[in-house]
Each structure stands twice: as structure tokens, then as C-alpha cells.
């Protein structure tokens, strides 16, 4: 595969998750690699076309980190927005090299891994495919090195990939492991587990039982992280040196996972940025329908998610974050990849529409979301539900309804779909197109306010549980906790001293909607 070049990385990541601030080489300058500096470590004397992370670097520090850095022969450095000053960008094109910008809150660590990814793999829709493909070569070159036929496991014991070396013995516990992808669950294979992560290297591990073949096995790890593991079916013909095979093939499998899971980390981040522009109305529809595997035409819906309670920040960030990644793996587990999204605070999630009841079915989703999400937490979480549209060119109205959905929601509710809140986000709505034109501002609302705030009246909420309880007095009165008398003799006074004329029906119809969109006024107690 050739080269990277700047132009693809940054058609790959784009803005604003990397700008360029200054490139005298041009974009076709190729790129092989992304280094993170070290100011304990030396610096690389040769590292040609290499982009280089300037972690921990001060301002005044990234002018001689240009020298070496030119003198390695890389293709361009990486700081944060903040550290883009003039000087900084003068020594980059002093130097001959491009300098990129990552938003000063990104982690070092997450552009890392995004960065590595588009430069390695620069993946498309099928994400870390390439990566699994490599673990089969692997697999089978671990087979015939160490003499036995090999297996590549992930932390949760799914089988990856595996040998297909002819002639190699394998057992019946193999085989339904292939074809199940799932290493069968029991209690003699979980202590197995456990005596292989506890040991620093290889371990040698017996039959379970009669029909079995004892394995060679050795955890795959990077740093300290257990990323899988690596199984060789052990029938008396192994190699002498298969343990180190077996070592080194683990070493490679763990470069080989790790790059996989950047090439996930990057196709997140991709479907989110996608998302996040088709809910605010500048992305390509049909583009978007197929990059999200979406088939043309394919009815959708937006679930909004936000934590109902008094988060300070940096914690709010941090809590909302993880909200982000439990609606992305419980969505993810029903539906596969579809986006979700942090936009302001909020989660929302793209759900696609499939048959008469999936509505119901995201209904059923996001309570079990909100609850397991306030449980992991300590935070309530709220949803909202939007309306289902008939594509994506229609997205933006159902984030919308969701959001609005939020807005309506009463102190007891955690969790509505749009269709049944239907009259408070109509109502809602209304409020803010009246409060824009002041002619629908005007009215004998102002009048009764005025009236009670003067005389310590109260003919407003008294107007609006009578219209409220469809002028019924008796209902009035039990909203108001008064007698009907009380409540009859109010409207009688209001009728005098303000002039309002109740009989009329659409004098009755304005002075409800104003008073209960433009005073925030209701006869019941639901907020």
C-alpha cells in the first residue's frame, strides 16, 4: 500500500479534529508513522516521514523539538490549538515541516490512536477488517512454527481467528469453538483462564477431559493490559523451542489487536462527526444512508439522552462521556454500528426503524438505558424520543422532537416518545413563535397580571383553572383548593375590573394561550 499523505489524513480525520496550520512541503508530503515525544526518552535520530505528538512540550520548547525533528527527517509535528502560536508555526516552516493542530482539550492518547490508525490502515467502512485478516495469517504462521494447530482469542474468550494448516490435529472442543466463535463457558475453563493471565509467559494446561488434547497457551498483553490470548492444541508433536514461538507470535497479535481496536476507535469517531452534522442539517443524506450501512429509504428515529440533576464541571464532561459509551454499547448490541453522539451535553442515538413495532422496541431501549444508566451513574438520565421520519434527509425534525421532548418533561418523567407529549410540545412551540412577534405578545393577559401584582389578586391562575377545566366550576374550583363560590365570585370581579369578556369564545381561546404559553401558568400540578 502506498504511502499516506497529509491531503489523505486529513480528508480522513478533517476538521476540527486536525487542522493544518502551516504545511511548506505541501499535502502530498507522505506520512508513515505518528510518534509521541518524550522529553525523559532520546530523541529518534532517524524517523523519516513520521508525525510527531508534542505531549508535555511548553511553547517555548516546540522550536528546538523542530530542529531534531527536521533532522530525523519527519514530515511535521502535532500541537494543541493553543500552542499554535506564530513563533511556533515560523520554526515549523523554518524547519521544512508541517505543523498540525488537535483541539487543546483532545487527549494525547485518543489522537494517537486515531492518528496511527489513518496512517497504518486508513480504514473504511469495513473498519478493522484488515486487522482480523492479519490475525488468520498469523494464526497460521504460529501453527506451523510451533507444530500445532493455534487459535487467537479475545479478553471476553470470542474466538478471532485460527489455523488452517493441513494435517494438524485438532479435538472436538476446538472445533464447536470455531464454529461457535465462543469458547464454551464452564467452570474447569475458567479456572484454566485464571492460571493462564496469572502466569507471566506460556503455560502448559492439561485435557479437561477423555476426548480432549492439553493446550500450550500464553496471554496476549500490552503494558499491562490483557488484550487476549494465543492456544496451541498440544498432541505430543510440538516444537522444542514452541514456547518462544508462541511468545513472539503473542507480541505481534498484541500490535496486531491494538491496531484493530484504533481502527474501531477512528470509525466511532468518523459515524459520530457524521452524525453530529446530519442533526444539525449540513450533511449528504444518501452519502451518510451508506456510510452508516443504512439501506436508501430506511425509516429512523433520534433518542436523546441527558443526565437530570446538578453535575459540576469537569465532572458533568466526564459523566456525560460515559453516558456516551453506555448508549453507544447497549445501541450497538440491538442494532450494530449505527452513530451516536455527545452534541452540548446531550446523547443521541440513530436508531433505524424496522417493522411495525420498532417503535415499541426503542421505547422498550431507552428505559432500559435511562435505568441502567442512573444506576451506574448516581446521576438520573432523562429521554427523549423523536417522531419516526421517513429517511435521513429528514433526521434534523426528529432530533429536534426529541429535544423538545426533554424540555416538556415533568419533574416525575424520565422518559417520553414525542407522540405522547404531542400537546406540551405543541404548546411549547407556540410559546416561543408568539414570544418572537409582538403582536401576539399584546393582550389582556399583561392586564390580569398587572391586576394581581397591584390588588394581591389571583384572577390569572383563577382564568386559567376554570379554562383549564373546561369552565366546569366545580373542577376549577377543586384545581384552585377554594369553594366554588370563591371561584365564581373571582371570575365575576375579573369580568368588572379588567373587562374581559368570557362569553366569547375566541377571547377565552387567546387568553389561555397566553397565559399558559407566555406566563408559564397551568391549572394542573404536572410541570
Avoid at 475453563?189 to 502448559?204: C, D
Wanted: hydrophobic residues 45%.
Amino acid at each position: 500500500m502506498d504511502a499516506c499523505t497529509l491531503e489523505e489524513l486529513l480528508d480522513t480525520l478533517g476538521e476540527p479534529m486536525l487542522r493544518v496550520l502551516t504545511a511548506p512541503a505541501g499535502l502530498t508530503t507522505p506520512v508513515s508513522e505518528v510518534l509521541l515525544y518524550d522529553a525523559g526518552a532520546p530523541f529518534p535520530r532517524s524517523a523519516p516521514g513520521a508525525l510527531l505528538l508534542t505531549v508535555g512540550a511548553r511553547a517555548g520548547e516546540v522550536g528546538p523539538l523542530a530542529r531534531d525533528a527536521a533532522a530525523a527527517g519527519m514530515a511535521g509535528l502535532v500541537v494543541r490549538d493553543k500552542d499554535g502560536q506564530p513563533d511556533t508555526v515560523a520554526a515549523a516552516k523554518a524547519h521544512g515541516l508541517a505543523l498540525l493542530a488537535v483541539d487543546e482539550d483532545a487527549a494525547w492518547h485518543h489522537v494517537h490512536l486515531l492518528l496511527a490508525s489513518a496512517i497504518g490502515s486508513r480504514p473504511g467502512p469495513a473498519g478493522s477488517g484488515a486487522a482480523f485478516g492479519d490475525l488468520f495469517a498469523l494464526a497460521n504462521a504460529v501453527a506451523a512454527a510451533v507444530g500445532g494447530a493455534t487459535v487467537i482469542e479475545d479478553a471476553r474468550q470470542r474466538i478471532l481467528a485460527y489455523s488452517t494448516v493441513p494435517g494438524q490435529v485438532v479435538d472436538e472442543a476446538r472445533r464447536q469453538g470455531i464454529l461457535g466463535r465462543q469458547v464454551p463457558s464452564s467452570p474447569e475453563n475458567t479456572e484454566q483462564y485464571r492460571v493462564l493471565f496469572a502466569a507471566p509467559g506460556p503455560v502448559r494446561l492439561a485435557a479437561l477431559d477423555g476426548d480432549e488434547l492439553p493446550r500450550l497457551a500464553v496471554a496476549i498483553r500490552a503494558g499491562g493490559e490483557t488484550l487476549g490470548s494465543m492456544w496451541v492444541v498440544d498432541d505430543g508433536h510440538v516444537g522444542p523451542d514452541a514456547e518462544d514461538a508462541l511468545t513472539q507470535g503473542a507480541s505481534t497479535a498484541a500490535l496486531l489487536l491494538l491496531r484493530a481496536r484504533a481502527s474501531e476507535e477512528l470509525s466511532r469517531h468518523l459515524t459520530s462527526d457524521l452524525l453530529r452534522r446530519l442533526l444539525d442539517g449540513t450533511a449528504e443524506p444518501a452519502g451518510a444512508a451508506h456510510r452508516l450501512g443504512l439501506a436508501a429509504g430506511t425509516p429512523v428515529r433520534v433518542v436523546a439522552f441527558a443526565l437530570d440533576g446538578a453535575v459540576s464541571a469537569p465532572d458533568g464532561e466526564q459523566t456525560a462521556l460515559r453516558l456516551l459509551d453506555l448508549v453507544r454499547l447497549q445501541c450497538e448490541a440491538r442494532y450494530g454500528r449505527h452513530a451516536c453522539a455527545l452534541v452540548d451535553g446531550s446523547v443521541y442515538a440513530l436508531l433505524p426503524v424496522a417493522g411495525e413495532r420498532g417503535g415499541e422496541r426503542h421505547k422498550r431501549l431507552a428505559e432500559d438505558i435511562v435505568r441502567r444508566a442512573g444506576q451506574a451513574l448516581r446521576v438520573p438520565v432523562r429521554a427523549g424520543l423523536g417522531d419516526v421520519v421517513p429517511d435521513l434527509a429528514a433526521v434534523r425534525g426528529s432530533r429536534d422532537d426529541a429535544d423538545l421532548v426533554l424540555r416538556v418533561l415533568g419533574p416525575y418523567e424520565d422518559i417520553a416518545a414525542v407522540t405522547e407529549v404531542r400537546a406540551r410540545v405543541t404548546l411549547l412551540r407556540l410559546r416561543e413563535l408568539i414570544a418572537e412577534k409582538r403582536a401576539l405578545t399584546a393582550g389582556a393577559w399583561r392586564e390580569v397580571l398587572a391586576y394581581d401584582t397591584e390588588h394581591g389578586t389571583d384572577y390569572a391562575r383563577t382564568l386559567v383553572c376554570w379554562l383549564d377545566a373546561g369552565c366546569d366550576m366545580a373542577r376549577a374550583a377543586k384545581l384552585l383548593a377554594v369553594h366554588p363560590n370563591t371561584c365564581r365570585y373571582r371570575l365575576r370581579q375579573a369580568r368588572e375590573h379588567l373587562g374581559i369578556d368570557l362569553d366569547d369564545p375566541d377571547e377565552r381561546l387567546v387568553l389561555w394561550l397566553q397565559l399558559r404559553t407566555l406566563a408559564g401558568l397551568r391549572g394542573s400540578d404536572r410541570a
